[in-house]
């Protein structure tokens, strides 16, 4: 258990800021709930063969929320978005690789 170190300590959806804060023993990112909704990986985002990106960024609505969150197994969490999308796991490791925009 103890070995997963990209496992955050805590995940909040910050409804009125429209961010995702997660917090990590050694640091902690803010990630805006658009710029997550577009880096979702599943593959009605992504073609799973050639890695393009699927998801036009311009369709994602800009008052996009998180309705609730699921984790999965101990590697990653579900997001449920009111767009309706679902489908996307955000696992531990990529949340940790992930840089939120400037
Ligand atoms: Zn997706």
Not at 69 to 78: I, P, Q, S, T
Not at 86 to 95: C, I, K
């Amino acid at each position: 258990m103890a070995s997963n170190s990209s496992s955050p300590r805590d995940l909040q959806a910050i409804r009125a800021d429209g961010v995702l804060r997660v917090v990590w023993a050694d640091r902690e990112a803010t990630f805006p709930f658009r710029f997550l909704r577009g880096e979702c990986g599943c593959a009605q985002c992504v073609n799973e063969w050639t890695g393009e990106r699927i998801l036009d960024p311009t369709s994602i609505p800009a008052d996009i929320s998180i309705e609730r969150m699921e984790l999965v197994g101990n590697y990653a969490v579900r997001i449920y978005w009111t767009d309706g999308h679902y489908t996307g796991l955000y696992t531990w490791d990529r949340l940790r690789e992930l840089r939120p925009p400037a």
